[in-house]
């Protein structure tokens, strides 16, 4: 599982009032019990080149500069300054990743002290974060949860893949263990082993399920789960879904369902 803690939220588009001289403009937000991660995303290609005094970004063509930008890494900031005016009281890391979806961009001058990225190498880098230990309460999780999305002015669920322009093919497949996202290996009906770190559990195909619907469309078929999951048996995962709470729409096989909120 990309995202192994049963407790997250991902906002794209979070928009809201600081107040009457100030808002800030997310990309996406991220929200999990170790850590917030705050993603701007541009879909600029060609050679782009960081410069100081002042912070732009500037597109290169034939060594002219063609067009500048403003920096997004100062927006990270700006935004990353919101989020901790938003939340003082809170003591949870904020992370910020720029993000080119393109990988036929060439970045020149990269500041070192950020985090940038193509858009596939996104997942590994939050399976990275994903081993932090927990920082929020259940209790104070639901709560930050529960107000950005009231402040949030154009909230629509989306998935990642979608959101970062993200080939789902390239994320890995099979029922993954919670703690190190190694592949599950079945034991019995409803045990799962994990031979890397060794831990053992019960029927992990609805979390599973969970993660795909956050990762990589809102609605799945049942076909969908089995590729993705690496299961061959439909009434494995139609009694998974049944367990869940979850819409549907269509007739048989062309039944698509969908993660109720």
């Known amino acids: 599982m990309l995202f192994p803690q049963h407790q997250l939220l ?10 009457s001289k100030r808002h800030i403009q997310i990309d996406t937000l991220i929200l999990t019990k170790s850590y917030m991660l ?14 100081k005094d002042p912070n732009q970004l500037v597109r290169i063509i034939d060594n002219i500069e063609e067009k500048s930008y403003a920096c997004p890494l100062t927006q990270l900031d700006r935004n990353c300054d919101g989020i901790k005016t938003l939340f003082p009281s809170i003591e949870l890391p904020i992370i910020q990743a720029l993000v080119f979806p393109s990988q036929n961009t060439i970045i020149e001058d990269a500041p070192k002290n950020h985090h940038i990225f193509f858009a596939k190498q996104i997942p590994l880098f939050i399976q990275k974060l ?3 230990p927990p920082i929020l309460t259940n209790h104070q999780f639901n709560r930050i949860a529960k107000q950005l999305t009231k402040m949030n002015n154009n909230f629509t669920p989306d998935s990642l893949c979608n959101r ?11 029922v993954l263990c919670k703690n190190c996202n190694s592949k599950l290996h079945r ?6 082993h994990c ?7 019960r029927n992990p195909i609805p979390s599973n399920i969970e993660d795909l619907f956050l990762l990589i469309k809102q609605d799945l078929s ?3 789960c089995m590729h993705y999951l690496e299961i061959n048996s439909r009434y494995t995962i139609y009694n998974s879904l049944k367990k869940m709470n979850v819409g549907k729409s269509g007739y048989k096989k062309t039944t698509k369902y969908n993660i109720l909120h």
């Open 195 to 201: 031979k890397t770190c060794l831990t053992t559990e």
């Open 187 to 192: 034991k019995s009906l409803q045990t799962w």
């Open 38 to 51: 705050i993603i701007e995303i541009k879909n600029i290609t060609g050679t782009l080149r960081f410069k």
């Open 130 to 132: 994903n081993t932090q």
């Open 222 to 224: 049942v076909k969908d």
């Open 10 to 19: 991902i906002i794209p588009d979070l928009h809201t009032r600081l107040h």
């Open 164 to 174: 970062m322009n993200i080939n789902p093919e390239i994320l890995k497949k099979g």
